[in-house]
């Protein structure tokens, strides 16, 4: 019996407690990326933007989140029911599964897998059969649309996605993402991240990954002047928070992907005491907190993109150019002996 | 380990089951679905294995983009469900002589196989581990160094695949109306727009 307790329970509660201390604060971001959203758009339009519940709006999220959790879900009598509520789940839990791959500061993680950026890859492809699912089984026109919309987005825009990681991997020399961020580690501090030798890399893929996450101004799927809701037309209640958290969190995960692609991860921007005194964690977070106001600043100020002039953008402009910079960075690393080993 | 032998049983299982899954399901939809869900299992099988790469890979390429595309079109058809079913009893025979014929082949093909002695003795030994290199590194330096010909040639003839199916169904249609990205960009005021004075009452 101590045996057991020793080989399987115990590891297996300090796992779930690890989850857990992922999990909580996660939750509580998306519900503040929510009010930070509409904060930032309301100073940019000039509004007040939230500010009845709680001192300045504060306790706004948690009053959303109370509200959606009393309304009645409805299941459309033509929709595929198993499906139907099984989509906003799937979409839920792979935003969540992701960070499992995430390291947050130097050994705080909770899979250090040696095929981490792949994991994160794979995870990020899959993210498009929720909405594919939930506009299949609602069984009406403007889900179907939408989810038709998405799965081609999403498939297009991950191809320049993967020839963006592959130029990171060819720099870093490894897929492990803590081995990433080591990677940029150097006396230059700030200039020795990747996005200063592989810009034009690390401008693509910010786009693609707006595209990815389905966020202005390629947010096609959801398009309310056109399909009114897109593909969560016909959720209500939970299955749409399930949604909504769903895709506030990846858009969250997707910052923390480009932070340690890109941004060093945890490292600070140079190596003066003031800032190594900063735990690793909180750079993280600042950097992370940094692109999300991107993603916000782009939503108040661009107009939504046109269907083809999104599929241009992702088949003839950034899949040639991504491909030719793999070839030019391999290049460049082979010839001047920098492959690292 | 217990566990591994578990989660294997577990895996093995469900990779079956959802394989069985997607040729009795009525819904083409479902048996896109429990695709997936075999190919997930078989990605758990490879991580069992140790080959994380391949697990990895299995994911992005077959659930991440072919699988996409087969719910894209399945999705797409228009189809009968109650017709499906009644066609079931009628080709029932034929495709059950199919299936017969298959299963007797794969018998006589496993039954048949015979092993040099030299195969066994090889079999046998263990292979030499070069357990400082993770799996990644290991499949680079077979498929990139070892064989890196044979790889190239392959990805050509998926190239040349591909040209060959766009080219035999890309259609050029007279008379689209296509948006010129260049020419709008290099469009100037002077060259589409006039300024002219119109008297009141009488127009352009």
């Keep these: ?341 | 380990m217990i566990i591994s032998t578990i989660a294997f049983y577990l895996f093995a299982a469900l990779t079956i089951a959802s394989a069985f899954m997607v040729i009795s399901a009525k819904n083409p939809v479902h048996s896109v679905l429990y695709l997936i869900l075999a190919f997930f299992n078989s990605a758990a099988l490879f991580v069992l294995l140790g080959a994380e790469f391949l697990a990895m890979i299995l994911i992005v390429v077959y659930v991440g983009a072919v699988a996409v595309l087969f719910l894209f079109v399945v999705m797409m058809l228009d189809i009968n469900f109650a017709e499906l079913r009644q066609g079931f009893l009628q080709y029932l025979p034929i495709g059950g002589l199919v299936g017969i014929i298959l299963l007797i082949e794969l018998i006589l093909v496993v039954s048949g196989w015979v092993l040099t002695p030299d195969a066994i003795k090889i079999g046998m030994e263990t292979a030499p581990l070069v357990s400082n290199l993770t799996n990644t590194e290991q499949l680079g330096q077979v498929i990139y160094t070892q064989y890196a010909y044979l790889f190239q040639i392959a990805g050509m003839i998926l190239l040349v695949a591909m040209i060959g199916a766009i080219v035999l169904t890309n259609r050029k249609r007279p008379g689209v109306r296509k948006q010129n990205i260049a020419r709008q960009v290099y469009r100037r005021p002077e060259e589409s727009m006039a300024v002219r004075k119109v008297e009141p009452g009488q127009g352009v």
């Design chain 1, 1 to 341: 019996m101590v045996e057991f307790w020793d080989i399987y329970l115990l590891p297996a509660l300090i796992i779930v407690g690890k989850i857990l201390l992922i999990v909580v604060p996660l939750l509580v971001a998306v519900a503040y990326l929510t009010l930070y959203e509409r904060k930032v758009m309301a100073v940019m339009q000039l509004r007040k933007g939230p500010n009845v519940v709680g001192p300045f709006g504060l306790l706004q999220p948690i009053a959303d989140g109370v509200k959606l959790f009393f309304k009645e879900t409805v299941v459309p009598t033509g929709a595929n029911k198993v499906l139907f509520l099984l989509a906003p789940m799937v979409t839920f839990i792979l935003s969540l599964i992701a960070w499992a791959v995430i390291p947050f500061d130097e050994g705080m993680v909770l899979a250090n897998i040696n095929v981490g950026g792949l994991y994160l890859f794979a995870i990020s492809s899959l993210g498009v059969y929720g909405i594919i699912v939930a506009g299949w089984a609602s069984n009406s026109r403007y889900p179907f649309l939408g989810a038709l919309r998405s799965a081609a987005q999403m498939v297009s825009y991950e191809v320049s996605i993967g020839f963006v990681i592959v130029t990171v991997l060819l720099c870093a020399g490894t897929l492990n993402l803590s081995g990433i961020v080591m990677s940029q580690k150097g006396d230059l501090g700030l200039l020795n991240w990747w996005f200063v030798p592989l810009f034009p890399m690390f401008i693509i893929f910010f786009v693609s990954i707006l595209a990815e996450t389905n966020r202005h101004p390629f947010d096609l799927p959801e398009a309310e002047a056109e399909l009114v809701a897109g593909y969560q037309t016909e959720y209500s209640s939970m299955a749409f928070a399930l949604f909504f958290l769903g895709e506030y969190a990846n858009m969250i995960l997707m910052s923390a992907i480009c932070t340690i692609l890109f941004l060093g991860g945890w490292l600070p921007p140079a190596d003066w005491a003031i800032f190594t005194w900063i735990p690793g964690i909180i750079w993280f977070g600042i950097k992370i907190a940094v692109l999300l106001f991107v993603f916000i600043w782009v939503r108040a100020t661009l107009p939504r993109y046109r269907y083809d002039q999104l599929m241009r953008l992702g088949w003839k402009v950034f899949l040639p150019f991504s491909l030719l910079w793999v070839v030019v960075t391999a290049g460049f690393l082979v010839y001047f002996d920098k492959v690292p080993a």
